[in-house]
């Protein structure tokens, strides 16, 4: 893990989509998470460079989850920087802050981030949804 410089030209550090990063998530509220823990960017990388916008989108990770078809399990590997066995929770989409990003961890493979957008796609009904 690398804690990465600030970026000159927006708001925060430079985040890419894709990217593992513990991020301060006290105070919670209720179920939410606390503490430090780790989350996916989701965002668009064009997004994360506005120096307009000083918050991103995440995903929640844990090395808690079910058998379900939004719940991305991911594999510790030395490009992702995961300690254990995790899960992307693809129904826990955040808008945070940037100032909650701590340290970068690692990127997830291409493969992985299909399987997440396809999971996003899903819990969101973005698909095949139609409107009355």
């Known amino acids: 893990m690398t ?6 030209a927006s708001a925060g550090p430079l985040v890419r989509r894709g990217e593992i990063w ?5 105070p919670g509220r209720g179920s939410e998470q606390t503490g430090l823990r780790p989350a996916l960017v989701i965002q668009t990388d064009a997004a994360c460079r506005n120096p307009k ?3 991103v989108i995440v995903l929640a990770v844990s090395t ?3 058998n379900v078809p939004f719940h991305i399990a991911m594999t510790p590997t030395e490009e992702n920087g995961l ?13 945070i802050s940037k100032d909650r990003l701590r340290e970068r961890w690692g990127t997830a493979t291409a493969d992985e981030m299909g ?18």
Do not use: H
């Open 3 to 8: 804690r990465v410089p600030e970026d000159t």
């Open 115 to 132: 399987a997440i957008e396809e999971a996003v796609i899903l819990v969101l009904a973005l698909r095949g949804v139609r409107r009355a």
């Open 53 to 55: 916008y000083p918050n």
């Open 64 to 66: 808690a989850g079910r």
């Open 22 to 26: 513990t991020v301060d998530w006290t």
């Open 83 to 95: 300690r254990a066995p995790s899960f992307v929770k693809c129904e826990q989409i955040l808008t």
